[in-house]
Structures are given as C-alpha cells and as structure tokens.
C-alpha cells in the first residue's frame, strides 16, 4: 500500500518557494550597492573617523574613570572627555593658526638681521688651535665678508617661504576642521562605544576565531603605545619648547614650538630648532638666555626622549622606528594634517598584527628549527681539510 505521506518541498518559510539564481544575484548586486553607497556618503569624513576611533581606543581608560566620577551618566562624562581632548589637541594648534604669519614674519626679520650684522670676529684663540685653527680662523672672516651676498639670499627666497606659509596656512585650517569633526563624533562613541564594540567584537570573532581576542589586545597595547608614546611626547615637547622660547623673547614661538613637534619623530631632530635658538640669543648679547635655551633642551628631550619615551614604547614590541617615520609623513601625504596621528598608528598596529600571526604560524616555527645549510657544511676547502684532520 503506497504510503500517503508526502515529501515536505524545500523551503525557506511556509509557502514560500526557494529563491532563483537570478534573484539571488539581483538580492548580492542590491546589497553591494548599498554598501557602496554608504562608503561613497561617508568617505569625505574617513580621516576624520580614523583619528576619531583611535582617540577614543587610546583614552577609553580615562573616560571609564570619568565616568565613575559621574556616577555612571554617560552622556555627561562624553561631553566632559571631548572638552578634555579639545583642549590637549584643538587648542595648541588653533593657538599655531591664529599666529601663524606673525611668527613666521618674526622668524624671518630675525634671520634677515642677523645675516645683514654678520657673524662676529673670530676669538683669538681660535688661530691658536693646532691645525685646523688657522683655516676656521680664514673660513670665519671670509664668511663674514660674504654678507651681502647671503642677503641677496635670503631675500630670493622669502617669497618662495610665503607660498609655503599660506598652503601650510590651508592645510592647518581644514586639519583643525578634521580634529573638530573628529571630536564631535569622539563623543557619540564614548556615549555609545560599548554597544558597538559588543557588536564589532562578535563580527570580529565570527571572521578571526579564537584568535581574535589575543589580537584585539596586541592592537590597543600598541594604538595606545604609540599615541603615548610618540604623537603624545611629540606634542608635549612642542609645547614646552615653544613655551621656553617665548620666555625667552626667541622670535616666533609658536611656528618653532610647531617644528619641534614635527622634528621630534626623529631621534635629534628638535636639537635642529633649539640650538639655533640658543646660538641667535649669544649673538643678541643674551647670553643668559641662551644659556637657559641649552638647559631648557637638554632638559625637557633628556626626560621625554630618552626617559618617557622608551617607557611608553615599550608595549608596542619592537616596531621598528624607520615605520614609525614612514607613517608620520606617509599618513601626512594620504591625510593631510590628521595623517600625524593616523599614520603611524595604523602601521604601528599592523606591523603587531603581522609580527604576531608569523610568530604563531607552525611553519615559521618549523623554519626555525631546520639548520642552516651554509653553517653546517664548510664553506672552502681550507675548511674541509681542517675538519677531516
């Protein structure tokens, strides 16, 4: 007797029949459009998004401690931790746009009128130096005969450096816009960062597996190293250096402070700004504050530097500094002013990641175990005939 239960059909809901490749491929071809879309909208604020993300991942500790001061009301402790970061990084370079021309004016009457005195005559004991003492003595005079010649310089340039001045002008003011969009929407991801968090974690998981976790954690020790680390030290020593030059009645402060920032991502880079500084304030029969201008420096790059610095960048394993230098400058390139902070972050955090997935990967460690061939067999014939005698 011929059974009269009949085979359920495939379906993916009752009385809804399966779907067919055309539409499947219709339902693909809409959601990457919409994907698109929503890439195309938000595109013009991506930098601005990056550095946003990576103030927030790096100062989250400090907002949870905010916001236990508060008594938990998140939205207060948001709106208190973007004025905090608004005043550490909008304000100093809102402060560097306001003066900009004047410093660098200040800068470039300074030059002008220490070229058009000239360098002082050379001490007398300076021909008394075996050797090479007779011929600085000859190289100092000639240069200070050479006056006019150095001004004639100097003024063949002055307009090349007010072309540069006003793009810098340009690119400062839509950076300071960036910083400022990127803090409104630092504030709605401190508001409202766990729940996203909860749900990139779960994508993250879903794409990375088990892994996951150990690498989130490699990549904010590292975003935090670095932005402490280096944009962090950077900053304060701009700052601080700037401050000791206007104590110091050093021409354009704030334009040198600035270059001391950008010169601190190289290991003696700010010693380009402030010891010039301390050389134009001997010159200006100021040798007290040229001798504070040395002690400034060697204070303030001797803590931060050789102190803060190696401290902070410790957690971030062994990045090499030549990337660091790469990201400042390349994410300038890609990002414009934002890019500072960017760059280096994003190949710092990187570099970890790629470090940590070789380190774990069972070839490399296979590798690592095989002998070299080149050391286990001698290599000339000298060799050779020592080791079978």
Known sequence: ????????????????????????????LALLLLVAGCIFVLLPFLSASILAIVLCF????????LLNLMNRRKTLAALAMTLLLAAIILAPFAFLGAH??????????????????????PPEWLANIPIIGPRARDYWINLSADVSSQAAALQSVIGTLAKLVLKFGAILGRGLFETALALLICFFLYRDGDAAAKRLTVIAFRIG?????RLIDIAALTVRSVVYGFIGTSLIQGVLFGLGFWIAGVPGPTVLGFATFILSFIPIGPLLIWIPAAIWLFRQSS???????????????????????????????????????????????????????????????????????????????????????????????VEREQRSS
């Not at 007797?1 to 693909?28: A, D, F, Q, R, Y």
């Not at 900009?100 to 005559?121: C, F, S, W, Y």
């Not at 597996?209 to 976790?213: C, I």
């Open 58 to 65: 790096s100062t989250w500790p400090w907002f949870v401690a």
């Open 100 to 121: 900009l021309v004047d410093n660098v004016k200040a800068v470039m009457e300074a030059t002008h009128r220490a070229l058009i005195g000239g360098p002082p005559q």
């Open 1 to 28: 007797m011929p059974s009269t239960e009949s085979t359920p059909e495939s379906t993916i809901g009752p009385g809804k029949p399966n779907p067919t490749l055309i539409e499947v491929t219709l339902g693909l």
């Open 287 to 381: 040798p007290h504050w040229g001798i504070f201008i040395l002690c400034w420096g060697l204070l303030v790059g001797g803590l931060l530097e050789h102190a803060l610095r190696p401290i902070l960048m410790a957690r971030t394993g062994s990045t090499p500094l030549i990337l660091i230098l790469l990201g400042v400058f390349g994410g300038a390139l890609a990002f414009g002013f934002v890019g500072f902070f960017i760059g280096p972050t994003l190949l710092a955090v990187g570099y970890s990641l790629l470090q940590d997935w070789g380190d774990d990967d069972p070839i490399v460690k296979a590798v690592e175990h095989v002998p070299d061939h080149l050391d286990a067999q001698p290599r000339t014939m």
């Open 209 to 213: 597996g088990p892994r996951t976790d």
